[in-house]
């Protein structure tokens, strides 16, 4: 993929950002960090003694994906800072190393057998003072572009509700059983010894605006790029969340953001119908 082009952060003449894949393995472990911070530190995930001693979240995964990383640049030291950072891993590599990430948590078979050529997304993070529109839109310019060069079918990964409470959530669970539920053929499926039923609320009990409102960021933005929702979440206590399948199908993907990346990428997108 191609380096974006860097963008004028807010409040700061001389701050830019710009997205691209990590390049050393200094990259990642700076990545790493970021995660935990934002996991560990922020969020409350449970860490091995090794993590806590180093302040990094890492697993296996980390040697077999791609790292996307949004860079904030200092245009007068030039200094560097990685603020914003996805996980990308391709069905050829997935397959060749055993397996996919989200494989702990959800049968995989059908997206698997569906014949389209699969991108994992995860470990999406970045730092509290970096979540604004702009740094948001480059995350995605970085994958647009990825998937564009590798020519991409279908997206899909776990997204997370903060807590391990169920009840605290079953509106929204309930709602994007309803509402966005994955299509049959290719529904990945929580396992069962992980299960949690998303139906929960009925159907005609549910305020869609209000329940979308209350979404996570990174939910509401899937849903706003067409994803749809695999049958039920899993609570991940390690990482203190209640996870949802994700999947997004490229042809299926909402026009207005399909042009808005090819317009950044200046490329067109795979899946065009």
């Known amino acids: 993929m191609n380096v974006s082009s860097a963008i004028a952060l807010p409040n700061s003449e001389n701050i830019s950002a710009y997205v691209r894949l990590a390049q050393s393995p200094e990259e990642i472990i700076e990545a790493q960090k970021l995660r935990y911070q934002v996991f560990y530190e922020e969020y409350g995930a449970k860490p091995c003694s090794e993590m806590a001693a180093q302040k990094r979240d890492f697993d296996g995964f980390d040697k077999i994906t791609d790292h996307l990383i949004v860079l904030r640049k200092d245009n007068i030291t030039g200094a560097e800072k990685i603020v914003g950072t996805y996980r990308l891993l391709r069905q050829n590599i997935a397959e060749e190393h055993g397996n996919f990430y989200s494989s702990g948590e959800y049968n995989l078979d059908k997206l698997i057998s569906s014949d389209q050529f699969l991108l994992e997304l995860g470990r999406s993070c970045v730092l509290a003072d970096y979540r604004t529109k702009p740094i948001l839109n480059l995350l995605w310019q970085g994958i647009a572009d ?4 590798y020519n991409i079918d279908l997206l899909f990964g776990c997204a997370s509700f903060q807590g391990v409470d169920v009840n ?10 309803h509402f966005h539920s994955t299509a049959k053929d290719i529904r990945p499926v929580a396992l069962k010894d992980q299960y949690v039923d998303m139906n929960i609320a009925k159907k005609e ?10 979404l996570p960021p990174l939910i509401k933005g899937y849903l706003r790029l067409g994803a749809t929702i695999g049958e039920g979440a899993v609570i991940d206590h390690q990482f203190n969340t209640i996870d949802v399948c994700i999947v997004v199908q490229t042809s299926l993907m909402t026009d207005r953001y399909r042009k808005y990346y090819e317009r950044k990428i200046q490329k067109s997108m795979p899946g065009q119908k």
């Open 168 to 177: 605290e959530i079953a509106s929204q669970l309930s709602y994007l059983h």
């Open 146 to 149: 990825y998937i564009t060069d």
């Open 205 to 214: 009990d549910i305020n869609e605006r209000r329940v979308f409102a209350s």
